[in-house]
């Protein structure tokens, strides 16, 4: 059986043991540093699969030692943003937690698979596989398949038909020079420019950038964990059960796109190993501009750290 270590046990790290439970993938270990947080939270999710049937093991701990072994690990420690805040005003608190988090992932789980979800997402991502020194492939982020999601509520809602039909897809920086992508998002088959005008899918295309921050500012205290969680289990499972899903990760890029030696919102093949191949899209001009300046805003603010 596969053991899956969830580092924090705030709402983000908390509903995703909840959803790897009800699945079953995995004896579960959700560890943090507020003493009694995590053990709390295992416990009362390991009555809940007494009511809804789940016979999966939760452990709350506030040692790293017991992530040892894992098969997977996922990191949502960290602060999350708050109203007026940008993912990059997180880096320099975040960017500190993440490396003593993956040093310990190095430590007691050196052959895992990392997802990390820890916000600004593609340069913690960096930082993560920076301090844990693993392979490129087994570290990544999830990004792409939150904003596609995003992207995808927002279609069925514009189309007034079900979110199963719609197949989105957002590449680039988890921010707001993420990159939706119209001509690869489809409607049970359909082209989405077949079935909506451009100014339609422009407005759309703009309230999946700021997805993020409509929720920061509705919520104000915290930000989203209920779709985020479903993202990560969805990666979490592709990974698990080595299906080889095409889904869209922060993935480190050794010359696709044009980038070379930063992580990048792009289509992968997840399976066993972690990211697999990425797969390289045909974009218009607009588009790798967009994608230039995401670039550039992580590679300059990667070149200021300390890793």
Known sequence: MAKISVIGAGNVGATTVQRLAELELGEIVMTDIVEGLPQGKALDLMQAGAITGYDTSIIGTND??????????????????????????LIKTNSKIIAEVSRNIAKYAPESIVINVTNPLD???????????????KVFGMSGVLDSGRFASFIAEELKCSKKDVQAMVIGGHGDLMVPLPQYTTVSGVPLTDLLSGDRIARLVERTVNGGAEIVELLKQGSAFYAPSAAIVSMAEAVIKNTKRILPASAYLEGQ??????????????????????????????????????????????SQLEV
Do not use: C, H
């Not at 340069?123 to 301090?131: D, F, G, L, W």
């Open 64 to 89: 790293y030692a017991d992530i040892v072994d894992s098969d997977l690990v996922i990191i949502t420690a960290g602060i999350a943003r708050k109203p007026g805040m940008t993912r990059e005003d």
């Open 123 to 137: 340069i913690i991502t960096y930082i993560a596989m920076k301090s844990t020194g693993f392979e490129t492939k």
């Open 257 to 302: 796109y044009g980038q070379e030696g930063i992580y990048f919102g792009v289509p992968v093949k997840l399976g066993a190993s972690g990211v697999e191949e990425i797969l390289e899209l045909k974009l218009d001009k607009s588009q790798y501009e967009i994608l230039r300046k995401s670039s550039e805003t992580i590679r300059n603010v990667i």
